[in-house]
C-alpha cells in the first residue's frame, strides 16, 4: 500500500512542512505531488530532502511576499475607514442644514423686499443705463448676503 493522502494539507500536516512550502513545490512539479492534487509521501519526502536547502530561499521570498500583500491589505482597509471618517466630519449636521435654509429664507425675504418695494422708486425715471447700474449693484448685495450666510454655516 502506498503512502498517499488526498491533498497538500494533509501532507503538510503528515509531515511537518509547512503548508505554503509544498504549494510552492507543487508549482515546481515536485516527485510526489500528483496533479489531482494528491500527495505520495514517501517519493516527495525524497525529493523534499534533497531539494530543501534551494527551497529554503524560494519558500521564504513567498512567504514574505504572502505576508507584504495581507499587509497591503490591510493599509487599504485603514486607508478607506481614515476616508470614511475623514468624509464624515465634513458632512453637516440635519441642524446646520436648517439653520442654513432659515438664513437663506431671511435673504431671501430681504431680497423680495428690496426689489418689490425699494428699487422701483428708485429707478422710476432713470435712463436704462442708470437702471442696469443699480440693478447690479442691488443683486450683488443679493448674493453677497446669501453668500455671508454660506460661508458662516461653513465655519
Known amino acids: 500500500m502506498k503512502n498517499t493522502v488526498a491533498n497538500i494539507k494533509a501532507a ?27 500527495v505520495n509521501l ?4 525524497a525529493w ?14 513567498e512567504l514574505s511576499i504572502d505576508k507584504l500583500k495581507i499587509i497591503d491589505k490591510q493599509k487599504d482597509i485603514k486607508i478607506k475607514e481614515l476616508k470614511i471618517l ?15 435654509l432659515v438664513e437663506i429664507a431671511t435673504a431671501q425675504s ?23 447700474k443699480e440693478m447690479d449693484a442691488s443683486l450683488k448685495q443679493i448674493f453677497d448676503i446669501l453668500q455671508n450666510k454660506i460661508n458662516a454655516i461653513e465655519t
Open 12 to 38: 503538510s500536516m503528515m509531515t511537518g512542512i509547512p503548508f505554503t512550502t509544498i504549494r510552492y513545490c507543487r508549482k515546481l512539479n515536485a516527485d510526489g505531488i500528483n496533479v489531482n492534487g494528491s
Open 42 to 45: 514517501d517519493k516527495f519526502k
Open 48 to 61: 523534499y530532502e534533497v531539494n530543501k536547502d534551494k527551497l529554503s530561499i524560494a519558500t521564504n521570498e
Open 86 to 100: 475623514e468624509m464624515e466630519s465634513e458632512l453637516i449636521t440635519p441642524e446646520q442644514v436648517k439653520e442654513l
Open 110 to 132: 430681504v431680497m423680495l423686499k428690496k426689489v418689490f418695494l425699494e428699487l422701483p422708486p428708485k429707478l422710476a425715471g432713470r435712463s436704462e443705463p442708470d437702471i442696469k
